[in-house]
């Protein structure tokens, strides 16, 4: 069964860090374009970064611009989003999410999600 399985969440001071990781199984991940999204209680999901195929292309949300870091190891078909100086305001529920268009169909995947709380 393919899926996304998201780790690394946890409680936080600010200030601190945390990397997340988006494991894939049942599916290659090197075929797929990653997006991490959030999203914070009351508030709609956002998109927070995304990595092209290749590793080449990258974009984040200018809330976590020169904060969080994507990388990508397709070997261990595995996308991190690293989190430096971290706000309250990053408080949420981070979701990964795979989409790739083949000449067979479009296919994409959500992971559950994984909790992150910044808190003194």
């Known amino acids: 069964q393919a899926q996304l399985v998201e780790s690394g969440g946890g409680l936080v001071q600010p200030g601190g860090s945390l990397r997340l990781s988006c494991a894939a199984s049942g599916f290659t991940l090197d075929l797929y374009a990653i997006g991490w999204f959030r999203q914070a209680p009351g508030k709609e999901r956002e998109g927070v970064s995304c990595?092209?195929?290749?590793?080449?292309?990258?974009n984040y949300a200018d809330s976590v611009k020169g904060r969080f870091t994507i990388s990508r190891d397709n070997a261990k078909n595995t996308v991190y989003l690293q989190m430096n100086s971290l706000k309250p305001e990053d408080t949420a529920v981070y979701y990964c999410?795979?989409?790739?268009?083949?000449?067979?169909?479009?296919?994409?995947?959500w992971g559950q999600g994984t909790q992150v709380t910044v808190s003194s």
């Open positions: 999410y795979a989409a790739s268009i083949q000449w067979s169909g479009v296919y994409d995947y």
């Open positions: 990595i092209s195929r290749s590793g080449l292309v990258i």
